[in-house]
């Protein structure tokens, strides 16, 4: 591999929201020269693999409404597929995307690949290629690994036989919360955050992005006026989410109930309290996020999958959970 290969492109691996992030966060500039080294135009021959041998990966996508919403995808290993080192083919539709809405060629995406056995994970951004009744293609424009920090392990029963398929189903609209709804926010360990970043006079950094948030159970605080607040920990530096926010202000979230498979699905405004978490009580954030939202879809039953729970990250030992602290948190 020539050393040409290295670098995404000629110029920053980050966009303006993500260095101004950085710099509200403390980092220097080395992430810079990090960014550039770990971030590819391309997928390795490993990423490719892995890619091939999941059955349920992220995606993040962005309406007509410029909003992001985190979906679903899933099918028997094999589903997502690497035409080349710039190709991705996925045979599958978004379950709980943005509703009634296609994904079409030029639309910008991102996607998140979790291993939950063994925590490895990878992430791409790119744009939709193509896209029929069977699936779509993506071009990749950045690929690269995660560390496995906060996910927790579990094992997947999958349907029997190498066939299967998933039906996306129209969603239920849901506001204000219900006791179900409340219960699976409050009680969750995880969910997926979708972002994107679309700014004029900035066409080399437009994109959609969506990772992973894991923490304790608890660590998801639900206010009485329906917002979230969950705090940020440590991770990579990138600030590829906070940067997202910075930049526009939206965000979506996904969470997956694993006693039934059913998604909640909500996309709306998000807002970051530079302040240290652990002012307001809660161990081991660096800062702490406010997602108001805008709409609210259940998808029930969406997965026809089982889970079987391993053990915790150990890099929770040293958080919190909001039920840990006296007093309300109330960032603004």
Known sequence: MNSQRQTISDHSAFHAGERQAQRLAGVDERIERVGR????????PQHQAFFAAQHQLLLAMVDADRQPWVAMLAGPPGFARALDEKHLRVAAQPLAGAPGQALAAGSAI???GIDYASRRRNRLNGRVRSADANGFEIEVEQSFGNCPKYIQTRETRL??????????????????WDDDARRLIVEADHFYIATHYDQHGDPGHRGADVSHRGGKPGFVYLADDGALLFPD??????????GNILANGKAALLFTDFSSGTLLSMTGSAHI??????????????RLLRFTPREVWR??????????????????????????????????
């Open 37 to 44: 080294a770990a971030i590819r135009d391309y997928l390795l």
């Open 110 to 112: 991102g996607v998140l």
């Open 159 to 176: 349907p029997a036989g190498g066939t299967w398929q998933v039906t996306p189903q129209t969603g239920q609209p849901l506001r204000p």
């Open 233 to 242: 920990f440590a991770g990579n530096r990138f600030y590829n989410t906070l």
């Open 273 to 286: 309290d530079w302040r240290d978490a652990r002012a307001h009580g809660f161990a081991g954030g660096e």
């Open 299 to 332: 998808y029930p039953q969406a997965l026809p999958f089982a889970w079987q729970f391993g053990e915790q990250s150990p890099a929770l030992d040293a958080t919190g959970r909001w039920s840990d602290i006296a007093t309300r948190p109330g960032p603004g």
